[in-house]
Each structure stands twice: as C-alpha cells, then as structure tokens.
C-alpha cells in the first residue's frame, strides 16, 4: 500500500513537471531500483539499472512516458519519466550535507585551536607580566626596607653628632670657665702677695 501510495506521488508530480531539456543534469528518485530499456517501453530490453539517487544527464529524447538518459557509467537506456527529478535525491542531499558539515566541524576544530592556542599563549605572557610585577615588588619592597633602615641610620648619626657638638660646646665653656676663674684667682692672689722692700742702694730686701 505505501509502495503504491509512494508511485502515485510521483506520478502526479511527473504530470507538472515541465519536460527535460538535452543535457540536463537529474537524480533519480529515493527508494527505487529502476531497469533502463533499449526503447520507451517496458517492452524493450532491459541494458541496466539504475540505483535510486544516482545522477544522470537527458539526451533531450522522450516519448511514451520514458525518456532518454545516459547514467554516470555512459550507458543510454530510456526510464520512466516519474522518476525522474531535476532536484538532488535525499540520499544526495543528505551526502552533500555530510561533507559541508564534516568541512565546517574540521574548520570549526581548527579554529577553536588556534583560539586556544592564543588563550594558551596569552596566558602564558600574563603569567610572565604577574611574575615580573610580583619580582618588581619585591625589589620595591626591598629597596623600601634599606631606605627606612639608612633613614633610621641617618637619623641616628646627626642625633649622635648634635649630642657630641652639644657636649663639646659645654666642655669648651666649662674650660673656658675654668681658665677665667683660674686667671682670676691668681690675679687675686698676686694682688695680696707681700711686695720684696728695697735697700736704699735699690737692691731688693731678702
């Protein structure tokens, strides 16, 4: 029943079809193993078949429902003209869309490989710049600590040389002191010493 269903399809079709022109290129229909005949009939013989899907060229000669074709093995036969269609076959479409859809995944690989290998390779520069800006830093950090330390140091040494100048300057006043005072006393002293008397010849008194 379906079988019949499926011939009165495209026996319908076939009735608007507009006739084939020579050397046009066509399919043969899905789901059919059709004979090619020495003449348009059924009554000729039969010189081959013909697989449902293959592609085959019209020589422009049609006649009693059957036309012309020569198959992709250069064979001329006549077939019926139901089942033939100017459209790609299912099976030739579902191959076509086999091999574009292989083409775009392996482009699609090839792509995402090539991304990959960028991410890997930017990835791999951050790493780079982040170890560098972490060496950076810790030479900052470092260099940082010497500063505080020779600022500590210097610190210290004019805190220390303040001090020493401080001291020395009291010591240099405090010996000055002292020299003044010791100058003084001897001028006191000098001052109430006994002066020697002198004889009347102008020689000192013992």
């Known amino acids: 029943m379906k079988r019949f269903l499926f011939v009165a399809l495209f026996t319908l079709s076939s009735l608007i079809l507009t006739p084939a022109s020579a050397n046009a290129n066509g399919y043969i229909s899905d789901d059919i193993y059709i004979f090619m005949h020495a003449g348009p009939g059924k009554n000729y013989r039969i010189v081959g078949s013909i697989e449902a899907g293959m592609q085959v060229s019209v020589t422009g000669n049609q006649g009693n429902n059957f036309m ?77 600590k010497e500063v505080e330390t020779l600022t500590t140091q210097r610190d210290s040494a004019v805190e220390n040389l303040q001090q020493y100048q401080a001291e020395h300057k009291f010591r240099l006043t405090l010996e000055g002191a002292m020299i003044a005072g010791v100058g003084i006393l001897v001028g006191i002293i000098l001052v109430y010493l006994p002066r020697p008397r002198k004889s009347r010849h102008g020689n000192p008194i013992m």
């Open 68 to 144: 012309e074709v020569t198959d992709s093995k250069g064979r001329k036969g006549w077939i019926e003209s139901q089942w033939y269609s100017k459209n790609k076959s299912f099976r030739q479409q579902v191959a076509s869309f086999a091999k574009e859809n292989k083409l775009l995944t392996e482009k699609l690989q090839r792509q995402q490989q090539t991304a990959s290998t960028s991410t890997s390779k930017l990835n791999e520069e951050i790493d780079n710049l982040s170890s560098q800006l972490a060496e950076l830093r810790a030479s900052f950090n470092s260099q940082s």
